[in-house]
């Protein structure tokens, strides 16, 4: 076996098995575990007019029985092969995720197989799947923190947008969707092209792409049409209060449009979201917001870098009685950034600890997983965490506040506050 074959930051591509790409990604040294990840164009941006929350649906369901085995007959399996099953929704995409020994890989992947390609959608799950949304749907608009996050997204991006919303829909969309709703979305959209199928395990690639044409065959049956996603101008910048009376504190964010992962900003502005509040402890917002100033509860930021734009935000949570002291000092901090370079040392310092991440996250099959996961989803090179430190190395302060600029403009900001506000 060579080189790439052994290094779980050089990932191989094999053979596409009828409109499924198949990545490998080696197993890291001494790990005994084996996982796969399906990631198809299942997300909520799909979601028929009316229907909002199929997607979501769709994809919690795909865990509540698949092939041969009903809801609990197929976590008994699980449990009996020492296995897990997650799975995720996202505006554009789908996946699900299977976890277990490295020694049972093959009969594991036959499990993903039956989730991804022949789900149940009973009707008794179905039931309790609106239950669980219906619940979902009130916290995000009875909680501060989920009202917020809410709010922003409203804000930065118009109604319809596939990244406007979180993806539960609503009361009467979700009591509109049937089984044969969720079995079309999933023929539209599971069973078909422009997916991939994402596997970390000990065996060589000729060994896993027998079992992947086996194990799929038949999989693409049409090619979903892509998702529509309109290019956007920066928004004006404003403000909103959500008034909820009775919380014990206000949740903040603010926000606005970003870049997405494949764009050649995305390093230095990975870099300058660390230093504003992505990185715990060492982050700006960390330090003065909440440790010199002990005006919050938390503070941090981030970019959600998808495939075809994002956005960035900032967010923290303070006393009914601080909260107007925080918003100013958040403004500041996402100013600082795009006017004045950072020092040398401060970026040093955060570029290290982010470098100093990646062997960490070679200690475990499902960290090791979610970086192949990245780098296969959104068409990265395939030796791109190997030649991530160089990569971060080469960004000089210029270079963070130029992408600060493009990715972090604090100057159209949307604000929400959402919580306890009080009076004007």
Same mark, same amino acid.
């Given at each position: 076996m060579g080189a790439k074959a052994r290094d779980p930051l050089r990932l191989e591509e094999g053979a596409e098995v009828e409109g499924l790409r198949l990545v490998r990604q080696a197993s890291p040294a001494g790990a005994r575990t084996f996982s796969a990840t399906y990631v198809g164009p299942a997300g909520w941006g799909f979601d028929p007019p009316g229907r909002e929350g199929t997607a979501r649906l769709v994809n919690q369901l795909l865990g509540s029985g698949a092939g041969p085995y009903d809801r609990i007959a197929f976590a008994r399996e699980l449990d009996r092969r020492g296995a897990s099953l997650a799975h995720h929704c996202a505006p554009e995409s789908g996946e699900v995720t299977i976890w277990g020994p490295a020694d049972g890989w093959e009969r594991l992947l036959a499990l993903l197989a039956d989730v991804v390609l022949r789900p149940r959608f009973a009707p008794a799950d179905l039931a309790r799947a609106r239950r669980q949304f219906r619940e979902r749907q009130l916290r995000e608009i009875g909680q501060p923190g989920p009202r917020a996050e809410r709010e922003l997204l409203r804000s930065i991006f118009p109604h319809h947008h596939p990244y406007s919303s979180s993806g539960i829909g609503s009361p009467s969309s979700i009591d509109r969707i049937d089984r044969s709703d969720l079995a079309r979305f999933h023929r539209a959209h599971y069973s078909s092209g422009d997916a991939v199928l994402v596997v970390t395990l000990p065996a060589a690639l000729p060994e896993l792409e027998r079992a992947a044409r086996?194990?799929? #065959? !038949?999989?693409?049956? &049409?090619?979903?049409?892509?998702?529509?996603?309109?290019?956007?101008?920066?928004?004006?910048? @404003?403000?909103?209060?959500? &008034?909820?009376? !009775?919380?014990?504190?206000? =949740?903040? #964010?603010?926000?606005?449009?970003?870049?997405?992962?494949?764009?050649?900003?995305?390093?230095?502005?990975?870099? &300058?979201?660390?230093?504003?509040?992505? #990185?715990?402890?060492?982050?700006?917002?960390?330090?003065?917001?909440?440790? =010199?100033?002990?005006?919050?509860?938390?503070?941090? @930021?981030?970019?959600?870098?998808?495939?075809? !734009?994002?956005?960035?935000? $900032?967010?923290? !949570? %303070?006393? &009914?009685?601080?909260?107007?002291?925080?918003?100013?000092? +958040?403004?500041?901090?996402?100013?600082?950034?795009?006017?004045?370079?950072?020092?040398?040392?401060? +970026?040093?310092?955060?570029? =290290? %600890?982010?470098?100093?991440?990646?062997?960490?996250?070679?200690?475990?099959?499902?960290?090791?997983?979610?970086?192949?996961?990245? $780098?296969?989803?959104?068409?990265?090179?395939?030796?791109?965490?190997?030649?991530?430190? =160089?990569?971060?190395?080469?960004?000089?302060?210029?270079?963070v506040r130029d992408a600060a600029r493009a990715a972090i403009d604090g100057r159209s900001a949307t604000a929400v506050m959402a919580g306890p506000t009080g009076p004007d």
């Open positions: 086996r194990l799929f #065959r !038949g999989f693409a049956r &049409a090619r979903p049409e892509p998702l529509a996603v309109p290019t956007l101008a920066p928004a004006r910048p @404003s403000e909103r209060r959500i &008034a909820l009376p !009775g919380r014990s504190q206000v =949740e903040i #964010r603010l926000g606005g449009l970003s870049v997405a992962r494949r764009s050649p900003w995305y390093p230095a502005a990975y870099l &300058a979201n660390e230093v504003l509040g992505g #990185r715990p402890l060492l982050s700006r917002l960390f330090q003065r917001v909440r440790e =010199e100033r002990g005006l919050a509860y938390h503070a941090s @930021s981030g970019i959600e870098a998808m495939r075809f !734009g994002g956005y960035w935000f $900032v967010q923290a !949570g %303070s006393g &009914a009685d601080r909260w107007r002291q925080v918003v100013p000092m +958040l403004r500041t901090e996402i100013a600082r950034l795009d006017r004045v370079p950072v020092e040398a040392a401060e +970026l040093e310092t955060i570029r =290290e %600890s982010t470098i100093g991440e990646l062997p960490l996250a070679l200690e475990s099959t499902a960290e090791a997983h979610e970086l192949a996961v990245d $780098v296969a989803y959104h068409g990265l090179p395939l030796d791109y965490w190997a030649r991530w430190p =160089e990569i971060l190395r080469a960004v000089r302060a210029n270079d």
